[in-house]
T-cell receptor, first 111, second 114 residues
Framework: DAGITQSPRHKVTETGTPVTLRCHQT?????MYWYRQDPGHGLRLIHY???????DKGEVSDGYSVSRSKTEDFLLTLESATSSQTSVYFC??????????FGQGTRLTVV | GNSVTQMEGPVTLSEEAFLTINCTYT??????LFWYVQYPGEGLQLLLK?????DKGSNKGFEATYRKETTSFHLEKGSVQVSDSAVYFC?????????????FGKGTMLLVSP
C-alpha cells in the first residue's frame, strides 16, 4: 500500500468553525490531491498540488483552501464549515500523470 | 470538459456469474483510463488501467479495453466472487497535464450473493 496517512479519520464539528484535515505521505511523490466523495456524485476534485507551495483549484474549491509547505504534507482547510461540506474526504498522491493512490479517507460531519 | 458516465447500480449477481459494468467517457484530449475499486469503509484502490487505444488492462480476473472509436472502457470479469462486492469507479486523467487530476464516474455498486 502507498504510504498515505490521513488525519483525523473521523470528525464532527459545528457550523462556522474552522477545520483542517491533514494528508501525510512517505512516498516522496510530487503531486497531491484532495477529493470529496458524496452519494450520487462520485469523487470530485477540490484542490491539488504540483509541488511545495504550488497549488491549484479543482472542480469544487469554493469554501476550501490548501497549503503545502513540505513535500510530504498537504493540508485542507475549511475556513468556516457548513453543512454542505459534510462528506468523506480523500487525499491522493501520484508521481506522474498516471495512476493516483488514495488514502483511507476522513469522514467529516458538520452539525 | 471531461466527463465519465457509468451504469447505475446496484448490480446484483450470483457467484460465478459474468460481470459487465459499462463506462463511456468524453475528453478533450487523449486520456488515460482507470478502474478503481472501493471496499466498504476503505479508500479507493487502483484495479486496472489503460493508457492508449486498444490497450487492455487486467488485474485479479478483471479486464477492460480502451476503445477510442466508441469512447468506452467497460469492465468485465468472467466469474465473480462474493469478495468482489464493492463499488467500482471508472475514471480518466487528462494527458495534456503533467499530473493525474482524475475525473470520476459516479460509481457502480456490485453485490454478489453466494
Amino acid at each position: 500500500d502507498a504510504g498515505i496517512t490521513q488525519s483525523p479519520r473521523h470528525k464532527v464539528t459545528e457550523t462556522g468553525t474552522p477545520v483542517t484535515l491533514r494528508c501525510h505521505q512517505t512516498e516522496n511523490h510530487r503531486y497531491m490531491y484532495w477529493y470529496r466523495q458524496d452519494p450520487g456524485h462520485g469523487l470530485r476534485l477540490i484542490h491539488y498540488s504540483y509541488g511545495v507551495k504550488d497549488t491549484d483549484k479543482g472542480e469544487v474549491s469554493d469554501g476550501y483552501s490548501v497549503s503545502r509547505s513540505k513535500t510530504e504534507d498537504f493540508l485542507l482547510t475549511l475556513e468556516s464549515a457548513t453543512s454542505s461540506q459534510t462528506s468523506v474526504y480523500f487525499c491522493a498522491i501520484s508521481a506522474s500523470r498516471e495512476e493516483a493512490f488514495f488514502g483511507q479517507g476522513t469522514r467529516l460531519t458538520v452539525v | 470538459g471531461n466527463s465519465v458516465t457509468q451504469m447505475e447500480g446496484p448490480v446484483t449477481l450470483s457467484e460465478e456469474a459474468f460481470l459487465t459494468i459499462n463506462c463511456t467517457y468524453t475528453a478533450t484530449g487523449y486520456p488515460s483510463l482507470f478502474w478503481y475499486v472501493q471496499y466498504p469503509g476503505e479508500g479507493l484502490q487502483l484495479l486496472l488501467k489503460a493508457t492508449k487505444a486498444d490497450d487492455k488492462g487486467s488485474n485479479k480476473g478483471f479486464e477492460a479495453t480502451y476503445r477510442k472509436e466508441t469512447t468506452s472502457f467497460h469492465l468485465e470479469k468472467g466469474s465473480v466472487q462474493v469478495s468482489d462486492s464493492a463499488v467500482y469507479f471508472c475514471a480518466l486523467s487528462d494527458r495534456d497535464s503533467g499530473y493525474s487530476t482524475l475525473t470520476f464516474g459516479k460509481g457502480t455498486m456490485l453485490l454478489v450473493s453466494p
